[in-house]
C-alpha cells in the first residue's frame, strides 16, 4: 500500500511512548514512512531495538530512549537526548501503560497510568512547542464506552481521556488533544485471545467481523494528528471495527 499522504511536514519530529511493540511500534513505523523522524521510547529495550532496526532498514531516522515515564528522571532526561539530537518535537503519541492484566493495586495502577501520560506531556510542552503541535493518547473503549473486570483499568482508561479533554479545552494555544479508543487489537497483549472462547464471542458481536490490526490505530493516530486534522481537538475517537455499538 502507497503511504497516505497526511500533510506530515517531512523531518518533524515525533515522540511515542511504548514503542517497543503492537500499536508503538505500528505508529513509530508509519510515522517514519510519512516522513517523520521518530523518537521511540519503551521499557523493553529488546522490543524498541526491533523496532528501531526496522525503521532504519527502511531509511527513517530513529532516537531511542530506554526507560520508564513514570520516571520524572527519565522524562526529562529523555527530552533533553531526543531533542538534542532531532530538535523540536512537535508531536506526541502517549501509548505507554500497563495492561489490564497487570497486578496493579487500584491507586498505584492510577498513578502509573494517568500520572505518566500528564507527567510526559507537562515536560514536552514545558520547552515551548512549535506551531501545529499535537498530541493523542491511547485511551480505550473500555471505561468511556464499556465496563472492564479489572477496576483500575476502567478507571485509568476513563480519566485519560479526561486530561484529554482539559488539555483540548484549556492548552489549545500550545497543542490540539485527542483521545484514540482502540478495541480488540491484535498486539502481543492479546496474543491467542481470539482463539479463546471468550474471544471468540467477542469477535462475534464485532460488525466488521476481525480484530484491529495495530496500522489500524496506527494510522487514525497519525491522522489525528496531522495537519489534516487541524480542526479537531478534544476528540474520543473509538477504532473498534463497530463492537461497542453492538453492546
Not at 2 to 15: V, Y
Not at 47 to 64: D, M, Q
Not at 101 to 130: K, Q, Y
Amino acid at each position: 500500500m502507497t503511504a497516505p499522504d497526511f500533510g506530515f511536514r517531512r523531518g518533524d519530529a515525533i515522540l511515542i511512548t511504548g514503542a517497543g511493540s503492537g500499536i508503538g511500534r505500528a505508529t513509530a513505523v508509519r510515522a517514519s514512512e510519512l516522513g517523520l523522524r521518530v523518537s521511540a521510547w519503551d521499557l523493553n529495550a529488546d522490543g524498541l531495538s526491533e523496532t528501531a532496526a526496522v525503521i532504519r532498514a527502511r531509511g527513517g531516522e530513529v532516537h531511542t530512549v530506554v526507560g520508564d515515564v513514570t520516571s520524572e528522571d527519565v522524562v526529562q532526561e529523555g527530552l533533553a537526548a531526543a531533542r538534542s539530537t532531532l530538535g523540536g518535537l512537535r508531536y506526541l503519541h502517549n501509548n505507554a501503560g500497563p495492561s489490564s492484566g497487570a497486578p496493579l493495586a487500584f491507586d498505584d495502577a492510577l498513578n502509573i497510568s494517568v500520572g505518566s501520560v500528564r507527567r510526559l506531556t507537562e515536560a514536552w510542552a514545558a520547552g515551548g512547542l512549535p506551531d501545529g503541535a499535537a498530541m493523542v493518547v491511547t485511551t480505550s473503549v473500555a471505561g468511556n464506552l464499556v465496563g472492564t473486570e479489572v477496576d483500575w483499568y476502567s478507571a485509568a482508561k476513563a480519566a485519560l481521556m479526561g486530561y484529554v479533554r482539559h488539555t483540548a479545552a484549556h492548552r489549545a494555544g500550545e497543542f490540539r488533544s485527542n483521545g484514540v479508543a482502540p478495541g480488540m487489537t491484535d498486539t502481543p497483549r492479546l496474543q491467542g485471545f481470539a482463539d479463546s472462547e471468550r474471544g471468540k464471542a467477542v469477535l462475534s458481536r464485532i460488525p466488521l467481523a476481525r480484530m484491529a490490526s495495530p496500522d489500524d490505530i496506527a494510522y487514525a493516530v497519525l491522522f489525528l494528528l496531522s495537519p489534516l486534522g487541524s480542526y479537531i481537538n478534544g476528540v474520543f475517537l473509538p477504532v473498534d471495527g463497530g463492537w461497542t455499538i453492538t453492546q
